[in-house]
């Protein structure tokens, strides 16, 4: 019963919090976060993760495999900032 009641408490401040903050604005950084995790996701962890299984094919990883890594990598952070950028933009066009 204690438990029940410690988590309807912790709900109904949870709920007050989210009716006290601007409901756009906290979409907004909601979308944000999503795109950057999105991002991270397509263009970063999953070439990596491909490169991985490639390179590790020989059972080993050779310099010229790294390296190929490291512009997979550059190439994945330039495309999530581009992403980021684009949805701030979205964003600064709807204020």
Do not use: Y
């Not at 007050?16 to 756009?24: F, H, L, P, W, Y």
């Not at 795109?35 to 990883?61: E, Q, R």
């Not at 990598?73 to 701030?88: L, P, V």
């Amino acid at each position: 019963m204690k438990n029940e009641l410690t988590l309807g408490t912790i709900g109904t401040a949870l709920g007050v919090v989210g009716t006290a903050t601007q409901t756009n604005e906290l979409l907004e950084t909601v979308s944000l976060v999503i795109t950057i995790i999105g991002a991270l996701i397509s263009f970063i962890i999953v070439p990596l993760l491909n490169w991985h299984s490639k390179a590790k094919k020989d059972g080993k990883i050779t310099s010229d495999e790294v390296q190929e890594a490291a512009r997979i990598a550059a190439q994945g952070i330039e495309e999530a900032e581009r992403q980021i950028e684009k949805e701030r933009e979205e964003k600064a066009k709807d204020e």
